[in-house]
């Protein structure tokens, strides 16, 4: 069964800066486009962004374009999302998700003002 783990969130200041991490176990990444999701007690899982498996083609959210970065390292079996200029709305705890997979734990992300 497909597992993918969450981590690296944490409290961050507004205007800071986090990367979180997405790894997998008991199967590779590379063959697996990712998508990156948010979700705020109460409110619906957003999708704010996704990479292929090649990880040439990236897309994001409006609300996080020009801020956060999705990359990914097959050699690692591991996708990054690089959250930058962090606001207070960005407070979420984040999923990554592989076509197939069961939704993880994810990480709470704060962002204090």
């Known amino acids: 069964q497909l597992q993918l783990a969450e981590s690296g969130g944490t409290l961050a200041q507004s205007g800071g800066s986090l990367r979180l991490s997405c790894a997998a176990s008991?199967?590779?990444?590379?063959?697996?486009?990712i998508g990156w999701f948010r979700q705020v007690p109460g409110k619906e899982r957003e999708g704010i962004s996704c990479?292929?498996?090649?990880?040439?083609?990236?897309n994001y959210a409006d609300s996080v374009k020009g801020r956060f970065t999705v990359s990914r390292d097959n050699t690692e079996n591991t996708v990054y999302l690089l959250m930058n200029n962090l606001k207070s709305e960005d407070t979420a705890v984040y999923y990554c998700?592989?076509?197939?997979?069961?939704w993880g734990q994810g990480t709470q992300v704060t962002v204090s003002s």
């Open positions: 990479i292929s498996s090649g990880g040439s083609v990236t």
């Open positions: 998700l592989a076509p197939g997979a069961n």
């Open positions: 008991g199967f590779t990444l590379d063959y697996y486009a």
